[in-house]
């Protein structure tokens, strides 16, 4: 695949080489950097910002996933690595990620990108959730926007403020994925956008809720999970003391219904 015009300028010095400017450019992209690679210690430190009209499609002519469908990506990075500019290890990687992806849709999640977002196998989801999110994944995970950022220490990512905008639900991830070892510790809350999505929707009790909470129901609705382990098997616990006040209600409804059967 043709990535676009490459440019590179660099200058020699006694104890380093310095990036004075590195970008790759397109019709659909744009990567620029600079940076420095020291040649006492042997680090190498770069700044940098991509742009992407469609990250979804860019991924897939890469060859690195084809789960991604649309998304407008924004990031500005910060990293550094103990090694030459060209041999870069994930363990030793650190830095600072900031991003934002504009409207798409995750069609599948899989180790990658999906892991870092928080997320395993849509199948998953749908067998675990109690609320019947069948429209929102259905097709994937459609997403308004996502925006967060990463600190990167040693291979490890850390998140405190990632949001998956979805049409019909709010996500939250926080946690960390060890990118070298690949595992996952994150707490993820979802909170529907409606209440059309909570198990006695279209009752009285449905309606008085959408009358109290209006647009804001997010602390009556929310569940959230604790992921912890290997990408591919990790162990999911539901945190059922942080559910929304009507999601305890349910779980405290489905438990008496089946006592007294």
Excluded at 28 to 41: A, E, I, N, V, Y
Excluded at 111 to 137: A, N, V, Y
């Amino acid at each position: 695949m043709d990535l676009g015009q490459f440019r590179l300028k660099t200058t020699t010095l006694a104890d380093r080489l310095i990036i004075n400017k590195l970008s790759l450019v397109s019709d659909s992209h744009r990567l620029r950097l600079k940076g420095r690679w020291s040649f006492l210690d042997n680090q190498t430190d770069l700044v940098g910002q991509f742009h992407g009209d469609d990250f979804g499609l860019l991924l897939t002519e890469m060859a690195i996933t084809d789960e991604l469908l649309g998304g407008v990506a924004d990031l500005d990075f910060t990293l550094n690595w103990d090694g030459r500019p060209t041999t870069v290890a994930i363990a030793k990687l650190n830095g600072f990620v900031r991003g934002t992806l504009g409207k798409g849709s995750l069609l599948g999640i899989e180790p990658g990108i999906g892991r870092i977002l928080g997320f395993f196998d849509l199948s998953e989801w749908r067998r675990r959730l109690e609320l019947d999110f069948s429209d929102m994944f259905g097709k994937g995970l459609a997403f308004n926007q996502v925006n967060g950022s990463f600190h990167l220490y040693r291979g490890v990512a850390h998140t405190q403020d990632l949001v998956i905008d979805g049409v019909s639900a709010k996500i939250k991830v926080v946690g960390k994925v060890d990118l070298a070892q690949k595992n996952v510790r994150q707490v993820i809350t979802l909170t529907p956008k409606s209440t059309a999505l909570i198990p006695f929707a279209g009752t009285i009790a449905g309606k008085v809720v959408e009358s109290i909470t209006g647009s804001h129901p997010d602390e009556l609705t929310q569940l959230q999970y604790f992921i912890e382990g290997p990408w591919l098997q990790p162990e999911v616990i539901r945190v059922y003391e942080n559910d929304g006040l009507l999601q305890k209600f349910w779980t405290e409804l489905v438990n008496f219904t089946e006592e007294v059967r």
